[in-house]
């Protein structure tokens, strides 16, 4: 699977932007799939997952009640709506897809990064203060 990201740009804080990540192929609904953000100088870290059918859900604590990830299988997208955006959630970020079977929980763990099977290119986000 390929994945193309899309949505950032520069926002005032307290606004919102909605990020989007279309994948290519036809084993969209096979993957997990998740959203990585990485701000300058900082190690790339987890915002958020969504599981195949998008019944399951889990969130970084510092995005949980401003961001909510959702996707379309039918559109072979999964989308980040990001509210009330802060000054630190300025960052590069990147949609991955990943097929393992393990919990969704396992996006959380910083060693899942190295075993993600496809990554977008990155969208970047930035929020003045």
């Known amino acids: 699977v390929q994945l193309q990201a899309s949505g950032g740009g520069l926002v005032q804080a307290g606004g919102s932007l909605r990020l989007s990540c279309v994948a290519s192929g036809r084993s969209f609904s096979m993957y997990d799939m998740g959203w990585f953000r990485q701000a300058p100088g900082k190690e790339r870290e987890f915002v958020a997952a969504?599981?195949?059918?998008?019944?399951?859900?889990v969130y970084a604590d510092s995005v949980k009640g401003r961001f909510t990830i959702s996707r379309d299988n039918a559109k072979n997208t999964v989308y980040l709506q990001m509210n009330s955006l802060k000054s630190e959630d300025t960052a590069l970020y990147h949609c991955?897809?990943?097929?393992?079977?393990?919990?969704?929980?396992?996006?959380?763990?910083?060693?899942?990064?190295?075993?993600?099977?496809?990554w977008g290119q990155g969208t970047l986000v930035t929020v003045s203060s």
């Open positions: 991955a897809a990943d097929r393992n079977n393990r919990p969704l929980s396992r996006f959380m763990e910083g060693s899942t990064q190295a075993t993600i099977d496809a």
């Open positions: 969504i599981s195949r059918t998008g019944s399951s859900t």
